[in-house]
């Protein structure tokens, strides 16, 4: 009986012993699988590195993107401004011509030898006066008078306005001088002048002298 059971113990111990084996076995090859050598880690971001992107942007003009002295709505440049008016201060007024005004000329009481010229608009629109071209002379005599005074500015006279101008006929130290009771006005020397009357006339004249238009009599006879 001995005998018989010793086998049976030996075979069952042998038997545990296999398993304990193959558990060792699958405990360790568990070990071999988490000792293996780590994976590579994967690159780090960009966003990470401060670096800039190194992809262009593609923001237009219109995007906020547009350079410096371009349009600030992306529109490109600017058309110019629009040219103005050629007629300057006349506002496309026509020029006043000689035959466009009626004409005065009386002798003033003073100063001495002096007379006052008046013009007044006659039409029925207003025209731009040329106020420094003013053309005086005497039927008979050769020559035009000279200027004195100061030069004014084109101005507009409307209907019934009125510019005035200062004639002198003559200094009053000089003998001599002729004797005249009409008077040659023309705007400019390119017109056919108005031959006029000498009121209080006749006058004498010598080294005669004539003003610029003035807006007032006094003004036109202070010179």
Excluded at 1 to 29: D, E, F, K, N, Q
Excluded at 47 to 72: I, Q
Aim: aromatic content about 2%; some cysteine; overall charge negative.
């Amino acid at each position: 009986m001995v005998h018989a059971v010793r086998p049976r113990r030996t075979a069952a111990a042998l038997a545990a012993l296999s398993l304990g084996a193959l558990a060792l076995t699958a405990c360790g090859g568990g070990t071999g699988k988490d000792t293996a050598a780590p994976a590579t880690s994967a690159a780090p971001s960009s966003a990470g590195t401060g670096k800039p992107s190194a992809t262009p942007s593609t923001a237009g003009p219109g995007d906020g993107g547009g350079t410096a002295g371009g349009s600030p709505d992306g529109g490109g440049t600017p058309p110019p401004p629009e040219a103005g008016s050629d007629d300057g201060q006349d506002g496309g007024v026509g020029m006043c011509e000689t035959k466009d005004m009626a004409w005065t000329v009386t002798v003033a009481s003073e100063p001495a030898h002096h007379a006052l010229l008046t013009a007044v608009n006659k039409g029925g629109a207003p025209c731009l006066l040329p106020v420094n071209e003013l053309v005086i002379t005497v039927p008979g005599l050769d020559g035009a008078a000279g200027r004195v005074g100061p030069e004014g500015t084109d101005r507009i006279v409307d209907p019934g306005g009125r510019s005035y101008a200062g004639i002198r006929f003559s200094r009053g130290d000089d003998a001599g001088g002729r004797s005249a009771d009409k008077v040659e006005v023309a705007l400019t020397a390119a017109e056919t002048p108005a031959t006029l009357p000498v009121g209080d006339g006749p006058v004498t004249v010598d080294d005669m002298l004539v003003t610029s238009f003035f807006g007032t009599a006094e003004d036109a006879l202070s010179h």
